[in-house]
């Protein structure tokens, strides 16, 4: 359930994030919003479920603090950028690719089983990844640069996911801290890369505008953030992973009443995340 909750919640903020940063004046002012939102909510969330001093005790914190400066630290700006070229729905179908390389990680990393159905799952998935390559019918302003970068994004999360169950390696952790954590030095890595590259730079004029449009992604970024945690604290790699690509059909579904004319959804698009969907179901029912 926590990790279904998490898809849905990436799936709407995959939908809120591009109309934000259609509004946003600097993408990365919207970068910064969006990362130092999300680390309040955690923050937040993990003070209320209660920490004591050993847990801010650095051996137990490194991993996710390491974790944030890549994802979603570096990789931050290049999924907006995604989402911005490709569109909402199609990187999110796209990155709902990165189950393949959790779960091959897990296997290899983590002795996770492997059996039949995640064989059979895992195939959906890559399968729906090339279905939305391959469509013929996009909207004007798409661009396979979008997927290209979505792509790379996958393989990055795959990696996260393996990751992240590695250093939750039960639910007695506090998951909300680890999420904290990494969203903060995501934030201090995206406020760094603003001030170094001349494209993302911002003035305050730019920031205000820019944080009353991206507050509400933010808020949503936090809370996903917290419930994936919380799900790779109680689930294997090879379970969890597949649940949260259902993302993919949320922003789907999502992005089709939302943004309606400027986000095309066709059948090609829809058999591309009905085969992401099932794949995943199908991991879910026959899991060992």
């Given at each position: 359930?926590l990790?279904?909750?998490s898809?849905l919640?990436l799936?709407?903020?995959?939908v809120?994030t591009?109309v934000g940063?259609?509004?946003?004046?600097?993408?990365?002012a919207?970068?910064?919003?969006?990362n130092?939102?999300?680390?309040l909510?955690?923050?937040v969330?993990?003070?209320?479920?209660g920490?004591?001093?050993?847990?801010?005790?650095?051996?137990g914190?490194?991993?996710?603090?390491?974790?944030?400066?890549?994802i979603?630290?570096?990789?931050?700006?290049?999924?907006?950028w995604?989402?911005?070229?490709a569109g909402?729905?199609?990187t999110q179908?796209?990155?709902?690719?990165?189950?393949?390389?959790a779960?091959l990680?897990a296997?290899?990393?983590?002795?996770e089983?492997?059996?039949?159905a995640?064989?059979?799952g895992?195939i959906?998935?890559?399968?729906g990844g090339?279905?939305?390559?391959?469509e013929?019918r996009?909207p004007v302003?798409?661009?396979?640069v979008?997927?290209?970068?979505?792509l790379t994004?996958?393989v990055?999360?795959?990696?996260r996911?393996?990751g992240?169950r590695w250093?939750l390696?039960?639910a007695?952790?506090?998951?909300a801290?680890?999420a904290a954590?990494?969203?903060l030095?995501?934030t201090?890595?995206v406020?760094?890369?603003?001030?170094v590259?001349p494209?993302?730079?911002?003035?305050?004029?730019?920031f205000l505008?820019t944080a009353?449009?991206m507050?509400?992604?933010?808020?949503l970024?936090g809370a996903?953030?917290?419930l994936?945690?919380?799900?790779f604290?109680?689930?294997?790699v090879t379970l969890?992973?597949?649940?949260?690509?259902?993302?993919?059909?949320?922003?789907v579904v999502?992005a089709a009443?939302v943004?309606?004319?400027?986000e095309?959804v066709?059948?090609?698009?829809?058999?591309a995340?009905?085969l992401i969907?099932g794949?995943?179901a199908?991991v879910t029912a026959?899991?060992?």
């Open positions: 359930m990790a279904l909750a898809g919640l799936g709407l903020l995959s809120t591009r940063i259609r509004q946003a004046p600097s993408i990365g919207a970068g910064l919003v969006l130092g939102t999300s680390f909510v955690a923050a969330v993990a003070g209320v479920r920490v004591s001093a050993e847990d801010f005790a650095l051996s914190l490194w991993p996710f603090l390491l974790m944030g400066v890549c979603p630290g570096f990789t931050q700006i290049a999924w907006l995604a989402v911005d070229k909402p729905s199609r179908t796209v990155i709902a690719t990165s189950p393949l390389v779960a990680l296997v290899g990393l983590l002795s089983p492997w059996n039949a995640l064989i059979g895992t959906l998935v890559v399968a090339i279905a939305l390559v391959w013929r996009r302003d798409f661009s396979l979008g997927v290209a970068i979505a994004l996958a990055m999360l795959g990696m996911d393996t992240v250093a390696p039960d007695t952790t506090n998951s801290l680890g954590a990494t969203l030095t995501a201090i890595t406020v760094v890369l603003a001030s590259l494209r993302w730079r911002y003035s305050l004029a730019q505008p009353a449009v507050a509400a992604p933010g808020v970024m996903q953030y917290v994936f945690f919380e799900a604290a109680r689930g294997r969890v992973a597949p649940l949260l690509s259902t993302h993919a059909l949320w922003s999502i009443v943004l309606r004319g400027a095309v066709n059948r090609r698009l829809v058999l995340t009905t969907v794949g995943a199908l026959f899991r060992s």
